[in-house]
């Protein structure tokens, strides 16, 4: 018996211009829907989603989501995913950080409204601050500084969240919550200031390659296809509380130069500068929900998703 035929959405993605964003709109596309990118450029970039403008089924709108967002005629889906995203962004960039979280996700979640669509938010692992459990469940409050550097970035998500449920709860609306652990992938940009960006620019232009504090402090990291399969799951599903999806595999800051250290073949040395106030020492996702609700959980090794990205940075060197 033949499976019947997917219905093609209309769906925006407020951020599309980004990372994470322009990857979503070219998955939506291969898959048949009509998307609509909604982005600011503060963070965003043209060359993300140029090869996109002669879609018929693409359309963009340069647009700051914290300011009233109409859009003509149906929206079956409204992604969230407009933020600063690094914490050299959020350092430069505190108040349209915190304004994008609280201001713009309430104009999101009011066009979603007004359309009955379904909404998702991306939120992020930093909802877990400095995490004192380790790995990080959905039901972990977290162990936030809601006034330190960090907190314009982990408050407006968190609140996000927030406002998210209420509309949930109060509106009835389908929503869904993605807490995203780091990601990387193609389309980062050099100077994102996260460590995989900094440690592959660093290494091929042979500088040395900075590791904060000891080192010993762990990231768990996804490659940006896998999160794009666990988001479009997520979205098709009917769990409108919170998700997380990213890798389970930990490793040290310090490994991860060594080991991007020995993919580029870079004689780069190992210089240590001390640890930015509030960095997380642990950060690695439970993804038990993701795996029995979605059937979900990543693929890509992170050799062979450092390779991919390690040649993206050089051809953009």
Known sequence: MTAPRRRPRRILITGGAGFIGSHLCEHFLSRGDSVIA?????????????RLLSVERFTFFKQDVTNFIHVPGKVDAVLHFASPASPVDYALLPIPTLKVGALGTHKALGLAKEKG?????????????DPQVS???????????????????????????????????YHGMQVRIVRIFNTYGER???????????????????KPLTVYGDGRQTRSLCYVSDLVEGISRLLDSGINSPVNIGNPHEITIRELAETVQKLTRSRSRLVRKPLPVDDPQQRRPDISLARAKLGWEPKVGLADGLKRTIAYFRASL
């Open 38 to 50: 909604m982005d600011n450029l503060l963070t965003g970039r043209m060359e993300n989603i140029e």
């Open 117 to 129: 669509a379904v909404f998702m938010l991306a939120s992020t692992s930093e909802v877990y601050g």
């Open 135 to 169: 790995p990080q469940p959905e039901s972990y409050w977290g162990h936030v500084n809601p006034i330190g550097p960090r907190g314009v970035y982990d408050e407006a998500k968190r609140f996000a969240e927030a406002m998210t449920m209420a509309y949930h709860r």
């Open 188 to 206: 980062m940009r050099l100077n994102d200031g996260r460590a995989v960006p900094n440690f592959v620019s660093q290494a091929l232009r042979g």
